[in-house]
C-alpha cells in the first residue's frame, strides 16, 4: 500500500540535488536533505513511541526544522497537528485535552509554562527550535534511513482546529487525499513547475502556509525561499530570485505602501497569490497598475483546503474568488430550506470534492449537522455564483443582520463604503437594537488627512443603498481587529459595539 501523501511526495522529486529551500540564514536544502531531515524526524517520532494513528501536537515558530517535523510526521503514519503560535496556554490545555496526543512539541522558550498541560493531557513534552531543541538533537542523532509507514488515502494526516469565532474550536480532520488531490488540482491549476521558486513569508500552522504553499511546492518538484515571517524589506531583498508568492491581503496592502513596488522589481515574477481574508477590489486595481499583475484570489478554508480560484489564464475578477477547482462542486442554497439557487442568488455556499474533510475530530454530532444528504459541506459562507460562473463571497452566515425583518449582507454595504475615496477599509456587522432586532453598524478606516467622517459616509450611503441596509451608526477607527491570517474579527467588534444601541436608546429617554 505505501505511505499514500509520501509517496506522491517523492515520485515528483526532480532529482536528489534540485533545490528544495533557500533559508533567510543561508542555508540550502535539497530534495536529498529534505529526505535525509524528514526521515531523521521520523525515527525521533517513533523512538518516543509514536505509533500509526497518534497525533503529534506542535506548537513553535515557523522553520525548516518544523516542516520536517510535520513530513516526519506523515512518514511516520501519525498525524499532524499544528497550532498557532500566538495561543496562550490556556487555549493549549484546551487543544491537548481534546486532541489527546502522544507527543507536544514546543518552542523551547515555552517549555516550562506549557509542562503542565503536557502532564496533564498525557503527551510527553519535547522542544524544536532553528538548530535546536530535546527534538532536535534526537533527529539529529537518528537515522537518515526510514521505512515510511504504510497509510492509505482515507487515513488522516492531519488535524486542523477552526478558528474558533463561534465558540470552542473543533478539529478538521483531513487525510492523506484531501491533502493530495487539492496539491495536486493546484499544481496544475496553476501551472507550477519544477522551475518555479515560492517565495514563503506565511505561518506554517494554517493550511495556507503549510498545505497550500508547501504541498505545492512538493508536488510540483519546485523550490521555495523560506522566510520566519512576513517582512517588506526580506520580500523586496528575496523577490528577485523567486517566481511566484503566496499571501493574504495585509501582505499586498504593505508591499503597496512601499515604493520599491515597481512593473521593474516584479517584471520577473509569474504567479501571486492571495487567501485566507477578501481582498479589496482597490487593492487588485491598485496592484495591477504598480506591478502589471493581476493578484489571483482563491477561496479556501480549514475544513476544506481550496475550494475556488480565479483562472491562471483568463479574466481574475476583483471581488471574486473565480471557480470551482477541477473535482471540486460548488453550489449555493437556501440556509433554511436546503433548496438550490439559481445564478446571482445569495445564499449558503456548499461543496463536495476530495478536498473536503472527513468530519470534526470526536464531535460525530456537529459533523452529521454540517453534511447535507448529498455528501455537500455547508461551509458557512454566504455567497452566489454569478452567470459567468465566477463564485462570490459576502460574509459568514453568522455575519447576516436581520434587521426590522430584512436580511442585510455586509459585504454589499462595505463595497458600497470602500469605493468612497479617502476609505482604506470597512467592516459591517449587527449589534442588538431595541427596535429593530438588529442595527446596521458600520467600523470604517480612512486614509490619513483624508476629508471624510462619520456623517459623510451616511450622506454619500443614503444616495446608494436602500433605506434599511443604512448603518445606524458608523464609527471612524485607526485599524480594524484581525487574526494573524489577516482576517478581520467581526466578534471582536460585535463585542466592543454591543451595547451601542442600548446605551443610545437610554441615553434619548
Request: with cysteine; charged share 25%.
Amino acid at each position: 500500500m505505501g505511505n499514500y501523501l509520501f509517496d506522491l511526495v517523492k515520485a515528483r522529486i526532480p532529482a536528489p540535488e534540485a533545490p528544495f529551500a533557500l533559508l533567510d540564514d543561508g542555508r540550502r536544502y535539497s530534495y536529498a536533505d529534505m529526505l535525509d531531515a524528514s526521515a531523521r524526524s521520523a525515527n525521533a517520532l517513533v523512538t518516543l513511541g509514536v505509533k500509526p494513528g497518534d497525533r503529534v501536537a506542535v506548537q513553535v515558530e515557523k522553520s525548516i526544522e518544523a516542516l520536517m517535523l510535520y513530513l516526519g510526521t506523515v512518514r511516520a503514519g501519525a498525524i499532524f497537528l499544528p497550532l498557532n503560535s500566538a495561543y496562550t496556554p490556556a487555549e493549549i490545555e484546551y487543544f491537548l485535552g481534546d486532541a489527546g496526543p502522544s507527543v507536544f512539541v514546543c518552542d523551547p522558550a515555552k517549555a516550562e509554562a506549557l509542562k503542565p498541560y503536557a502532564e496533564k493531557a498525557g503527551a510527553k513534552l519535547e522542544t524544536l527550535g532553528v538548530s535546536v531543541g530535546t527534538l532536535f538533537d534526537k533527529a539529529a542523532a537518528a537515522s537518515p534511513d526510514f521505512a515510511d509507514v504504510e497509510r492509505g488515502a482515507d487515513d488522516l494526516a492531519a488535524i486542523l482546529y477552526t478558528s474558533g469565532t463561534t465558540g470552542r474550536s473543533k478539529g478538521a480532520m483531513l487525510s492523506h487525499d484531501n491533502l493530495a488531490s487539492n496539491a495536486l488540482a493546484l499544481v496544475d491549476y496553476w501551472r507550477f513547475t519544477k522551475d518555479d521558486v515560492l517565495l514563503h513569508a506565511l505561518p506554517i500552522f494554517h493550511t495556507h502556509g503549510l498545505f497550500v504553499a508547501t504541498n505545492v511546492v512538493l508536488f510540483a518538484g519546485a523550490s521555495m525561499i523560506l522566510l520566519p515571517k512576513f517582512d517588506p524589506e526580506q520580500v523586496f531583498k528575496y523577490l528577485p530570485q523567486a517566481t511566484s508568492m503566496m499571501g493574504v491581503p495585509t501582505f499586498y496592502v504593505r508591499l503597496l505602501q512601499d515604493a520599491r513596488l515597481t512593473k521593474e522589481a516584479t517584471a520577473h515574477m509569474r504567479l501571486f497569490v492571495s487567501g485566507s481574508a477578501p481582498l479589496l477590489a482597490e487593492t487588485h486595481r491598485e496592484w495591477r497598475e504598480r506591478t502589471g499583475h493581476a493578484i489571483l484570489e482563491r477561496y479556501g478554508m480549514t475544513e476544506t483546503n481550496m475550494n475556488t480560484s480565479n483562472p491562471y489564464e483568463g479574466e481574475r475578477v476583483a471581488g471574486t474568488v473565480g471557480f470551482p477547482l477541477p473535482g471540486v462542486a460548488a453550489r449555493v442554497t437556501d440556509p433554511e430550506t436546503g433548496k438550490v439557487l439559481g445564478r446571482d442568488e445569495i445564499g449558503m455556499i456548499e461543496v463536495k470534492g476530495p478536498n473536503v474533510f472527513k468530519g470534526y475530530w470526536r464531535n460525530p454530532e456537529k459533523t452529521a449537522a454540517e453534511f447535507r444528504a448529498d455528501g455537500f459541506f455547508i461551509t458557512g459562507d454566504l455567497g452566489k455564483i454569478d452567470p459567468a460562473g465566477y463564485v462570490h463571497i459576502v460574509g459568514r452566515g453568522k455575519d447576516l443582520i436581520i434587521t426590522g425583518g430584512y436580511n442585510v449582507y455586509p459585504k454589499e454595504v462595505e463595497t458600497e463604503i470602500d469605493e468612497m475615496p479617502g476609505v482604506v477599509e470597512s467592516a459591517v456587522f449587527g449589534c442588538a437594537h431595541p427596535d429593530f432586532g438588529e442595527g446596521v453598524t458600520a467600523v470604517v478606516v480612512v486614509k490619513p488627512g483624508a476629508d471624510i467622517t462619520a456623517a459623510s459616509i451616511s450622506r454619500a450611503l443614503d444616495q446608494r443603498l436602500a433605506k434599511f441596509k443604512l448603518p445606524k451608526q458608523v464609527f471612524i477607527v485607526d485599524d480594524l481587529p484581525r487574526n494573524t491570517m489577516g482576517k478581520v474579527q467581526k466578534n471582536l467588534l460585535r463585542e466592543t459595539y454591543r451595547d451601542i444601541y442600548a446605551r443610545q436608546m437610554k441615553a434619548g429617554e
